[in-house]
């Protein structure tokens, strides 16, 4: 657990939860916890909120910020907004290997390697909650979350003096923070988006290679499934958002101008965050269509492939056929036939058929049969 007091341009990290609210001029704190630490000390958690807010979460609101398949959404009560937003951020190399939603196996193995392209495998989803007060930010994040401490760094570092002299300003509200650490979330897959580019670019030049023969197909069908559920992930995190971004406008105006322009700030940082989640829907849903489309072009152009192969057995047939036609003639056992018992007629019969075969060769590259093979 990470416990930060954001005021006065300074942020400092605490080990201990405090149990006394600070005045509204002393900025607010930030409360950072992985869920299992959430939930082993849930009843310490409640003690400080109380303390800190004079009110505690809802039993309800306690079992969201546990569930770890939880979709992305909003809710809000009169003393607190609780947002629940599934993250998209890259794995480490050697976290334990998770399932695209994010769910360890409830049996503690270690789940089946995915298919699919690497940087798909990468992605993880779990859900990241935020309870929000008026002076106080509960994070709950998953065990290995990189952009809780990512933004931690940040934070810490743009209180330096170095950082205020080049006008790097911290959050001024939980709200202000929670929605810094969700841009940060969405930030982390539009970083991804290149290498995942680069895949399904390189899966469509396998699939329109005509020499080549594509043999990745259950590689192909885990992507687009893949691409599909994070596109019902994005769905969700928009909504959510949304949701969030109605409520604000349903927050009373503020006594002072410095609170009027906060909570403007907020609404354009709001959709600031829509704006960047609607960019992953965006690209998410073109490389879902990239790979439909990849598909249906490789099975074209197999179905081309056949067609000229099949013109070709075609032509060669109208061919040769004549020249069964002639030796099926001289093959019958008649005693008597015309020009078998010559000297001549094994050289006329010979200059007829290579007549026939050349005549047939022009015919059919006039008609283009067999313009593209010969």
């Known amino acids: 657990m990470r416990v930060f007091h954001i005021a006065a341009g300074k942020v400092v990290e605490t080990d201990a939860l405090p149990d006394t609210p600070a005045p509204a001029t002393q900025g607010f704190i930030w409360i950072a916890c992985a869920r299992p630490e959430f939930e082993a000390r849930q009843a310490e958690l409640q003690t400080a909120l109380q303390g800190l807010t004079g009110t505690q979460l809802v039993d309800l609101h306690v079992l969201d910020l546990l569930n770890h398949q939880l979709p992305s959404h909003y809710d809000y009560t009169s003393q607190y907004d609780v947002l629940v937003f599934r993250r998209l951020a890259a794995r480490s190399a050697d976290a334990e290997p998770l399932g695209l939603n994010g769910e360890q196996s409830q049996t503690g193995l270690k789940s089946k390697r995915q298919s699919g392209p690497p940087v798909l495998r990468r992605i993880d989803t779990s859900p990241v909650a935020f309870a929000v007060f008026d002076q106080v930010l509960l994070t709950v994040h998953p065990t290995d979350c ?105 927050w009373p105006e503020g006594a002072t101008p410095a609170l009027q322009r906060e909570r403007e700030l907020l609404k354009v940082r709001s959709r600031d965050v829509l704006e960047h989640i609607e960019r992953v829907v965006h690209h998410v849903r073109r490389m879902e269509q990239s790979a439909e489309t990849a598909v249906q072009m490789h099975f074209s152009a197999q179905s081309n492939r056949t067609n000229d192969i099949m013109r070709t057995l075609t032509a060669l047939t109208a061919i040769f056929l004549p020249l069964n036609l002639i030796t099926g003639f001289f093959g019958m056992n008649f005693e008597f036939m015309p020009m078998i018992h010559t000297i001549t007629g094994f050289w006329w019969t010979l200059g007829c058929m290579i007549s026939l075969i050349v005549v047939a060769v022009l015919v059919l590259w006039r008609k283009r049969y067999l313009a593209q093979k010969f």
């Open 146 to 250: 990189s952009v809780r401490d990512a933004y931690a760094l940040r934070l810490l570092n743009a209180s330096s003096d170095e950082s205020r002299a080049t006008g790097v300003k911290l959050p001024t509200s939980p709200a202000d923070l929670m929605l810094r650490v969700i841009n940060l979330m969405v930030d982390g897959y539009l970083e991804l988006r290149r290498d995942l580019t680069r895949q399904m670019d390189h899966w469509q030049s396998e699939l329109l290679n005509p020499s080549a023969r594509f043999n990745n197909w259950n590689s192909v069908l885990d992507a687009r499934l893949a691409l599909h559920h994070l596109d019902e992930i994005c769905e969700d995190q928009r909504s959510a958002l949304q949701d969030w971004v109605d409520s604000i406008e349903t």
